[in-house]
């Protein structure tokens, strides 16, 4: 089984703070994502990556910085906290082997911004 | 642009009903169309998944059928339980690594 480990369930942070999520996978997958997930909007992608190195802006990526420099780690980087930045951020991880190859998620972390 | 659409929820059932969440999408050629779950306090599992037109995906007495005609996937079952109470996703993905979501239909399943 695919597992993806997110290194925090719950963490709390002060405005202005900068935020390191962490993610790994055991899989040996190309690529890995980051979303946030708010009520009444689903998941939002923040950022991609399809290599170590490798990144590419989602659809909300203000506010955010990425960093893969080993293949199994995937970190979000919230280099200036906000409040707006309160939300639930789930990693998740892939083959890239076509349209079918599905995500396999973590358990999320759920950060609140004070 | 692609985008998928899914019913608003809560949807609220009693143990044993017909379930039915509606989801359709809007996509460029032939997306491949997916239904993850979300049970509370953990991430998004994969529920079942459809590459192409008339491929029916099945899962744990779930299932779902992709329609081109309608550009629809809708999730049914034909008896819930209470530990189906759950958010449900229906997904897309065409011609790229990433996944786009729908907003999530909360489900609730009383005795």
């Known amino acids: 089984d695919v597992k993806v480990t997110q290194s925090s369930r719950y963490l709390v942070k002060r405005t202005g703070e900068k935020v390191f999520l962490e993610c790994v996978q055991d899989?040996?997958?190309?690529?890995m994502f980051w979303y946030r997930q708010d009520p009444g909007l689903g998941l939002r992608l923040i950022y991609f990556?399809?290599?170590?190195?490798?990144?590419e802006k989602g659809d909300i990526p203000e506010g955010y910085s990425v960093s893969r420099e080993k293949k199994e780690r995937f970190s979000l980087i919230l280099e200036s906290a906000s409040t707006n930045q309160t939300s639930m951020y789930l990693c998740?991880?892939?083959?890239?082997?076509?349209?079918?190859?599905?995500?396999?998620f973590g358990n999320g972390t759920r950060l609140t911004v004070t | 642009g692609n985008s998928v659409t899914q019913m608003e929820g809560p949807v609220t059932l009693s143990e044993e009903a017909f379930l039915t969440i509606n989801c359709t999408y809007t996509?460029?050629?032939?997306?491949?169309l997916f239904w993850y779950v979300q049970y509370p306090g953990e991430g998004l599992q994969l529920l079942l998944k459809?590459?192409?037109?008339?491929d029916k995906g099945s899962n744990k007495g779930f299932e779902a059928t992709y329609r081109k005609e309608t550009t629809s996937f809708h999730l049914e079952k034909g008896s819930v339980q209470v530990s189906d109470s759950a958010v449900y996703f229906c997904?897309?993905?065409?011609?790229?690594?990433?996944?786009?979501f729908g907003t999530g239909t909360r489900l609730q399943v009383f005795p």
């Open positions: 998740a991880s892939s083959a890239r082997t076509g349209n079918g190859s599905p995500l396999h």
């Open positions: 899989m040996d997958h190309e690529n």
């Open positions: 990556s399809y290599d170590v190195k490798m990144k």
């Open positions: 996509a460029t050629g032939y997306p491949s």
């Open positions: 459809a590459t192409k037109a008339d």
């Open positions: 997904a897309l993905r065409y011609n790229t690594d990433k996944l786009i």
